[in-house]
């Protein structure tokens, strides 16, 4: 009895001490990060002409930026996780899918902006403040990542459950779907409010999904257009944005303003970004290259004008289609 007596106290420090530890980590992470960025900053010279980011690896490894990062970005999670559990109990109200979707990505981002604004504008002053990581290419890359998962990142999710089919794409499937999986897993529940496990990526059999799929799913029915005709009216100088702007702003327009850096962006963006997909193979995509490359006469092109270049930088899936083709 003495025993188990000792052993559930020591149970029930440990967990004490586990969560004042996450919760003062998750408190330090941004103050720890802020004074990373300043002495990184500080300590080493900033990219030239000639060594734009030859040696940023390495600087920002001995102020410890990547480990920062990495503790900002835990902190991060678990606010989402609280948005996330409140966003699952509010269910039963009469808003709309879509109005949900939009209210859990805005309270997502005013939680991003709660962490990461005392970080990047500590002074309210974006003449002190930009210079400090603004030229970092790997820090703004790395906060680019967060704004755009925490915006986009319930559309995803409500893109694997309506369309189940791209849970099975090959381009998520093991090794390639750690990112999904984990975004799957910690917001996907079923109608009892438990986790839904009985669709994850790893049951269900690989097959293509078609270009529809992909478009339906991540409504991109004017993707392209709109992307395009932003990107060339997008040239906006430092001084459209002030102490007020978001960090969404503030990050497009520090970063040249190149329209389609992150304003442009959506869903799609982010799912292959964050799965590493470059070009998501579809069905009609094999199908059409496959007729291509199989019956060249039904082109436009002389059959002896047609020339093949295979560069072996891929992982495989394409030429595995194609043969089953």
């Given at each position: 009895i003495h025993v188990t007596a000792k052993l559930i106290r020591l149970l029930v420090v440990t967990m004490v001490f586990l969560t004042v530890t996450k919760h003062a980590?998750?408190?330090?992470?941004?103050?720890?990060?802020?004074?990373?960025?300043?002495?990184?900053?500080?300590?080493?010279?900033?990219?030239?002409p000639q060594s734009p980011h030859t040696n940023e690896y390495y600087y920002n490894a001995m102020v410890a930026l990547p480990f920062l990062q990495r503790m900002t970005s835990l902190a991060i999670y678990e606010a989402r996780q609280g948005l996330q559990a409140k966003a699952h109990s509010d269910k039963s109200s009469s808003s709309s899918s879509k109005e949900r979707l939009q209210d859990l990505s805005r309270r997502r981002m005013e939680s991003l902006e709660s962490i990461l604004r005392p970080v990047?504008?500590?002074?309210?002053?974006?003449?002190?403040?930009?210079?400090?990581?603004?030229?970092?290419?790997?820090?703004?890359?790395?906060?680019?990542?967060?704004?755009?998962?925490?915006?986009?990142g319930p559309y995803v999710v409500e893109a694997l459950q309506a369309y189940p089919q791209l849970r099975s794409s090959p381009q998520l499937a093991p090794p390639r779907h750690a990112w999904v999986t984990k975004l799957w897993t910690s917001q996907s529940t079923n109608a009892s409010g438990s986790l839904?496990?009985?669709?994850?990526?790893?049951?269900?059999?690989?097959?293509?999904?078609?270009?529809?799929?992909?478009?339906?799913?991540?409504?991109?029915?004017?993707?392209?257009?709109?992307?395009k005709s932003t990107i060339a009216q997008s040239s906006q100088p430092t001084s459209s944005i002030n102490e007020s702007s978001s960090l969404e702003q503030v990050l497009d327009v520090v970063t040249q303003g190149s329209g389609g850096y992150i304003t442009d962006c959506g869903p799609f963006n982010v799912i292959c970004e964050e799965a590493n997909i470059?070009?998501?193979?579809?069905?009609?995509?094999i199908q059409y290259l496959a007729d291509y490359l199989i019956h060249p006469q039904s082109t436009s092109q002389d059959q002896s004008s047609i020339v093949v270049l295979e560069v072996g930088a891929g992982d495989g899936l394409l030429t595995q289609h194609l043969k089953d083709y």
């Open positions: 980590s998750n408190w330090m992470a941004p103050k720890l990060l802020r004074i990373g960025l300043w002495a990184r900053h500080r300590c080493f010279p900033r990219p030239s990047l504008l500590p002074n309210n002053d974006l003449a002190r403040d930009l210079v400090t990581w603004q030229s970092n290419v790997r820090f703004v890359k790395w906060l680019r990542q967060e704004i755009l998962v925490a915006k986009y839904d496990h009985s669709s994850s990526p790893q049951q269900r059999q690989r097959v293509l999904p078609s270009s529809s799929t992909l478009v339906k799913a991540f409504d991109m029915q004017r993707w392209a257009k709109e992307k470059y070009q998501w193979w579809t069905k009609d995509y």
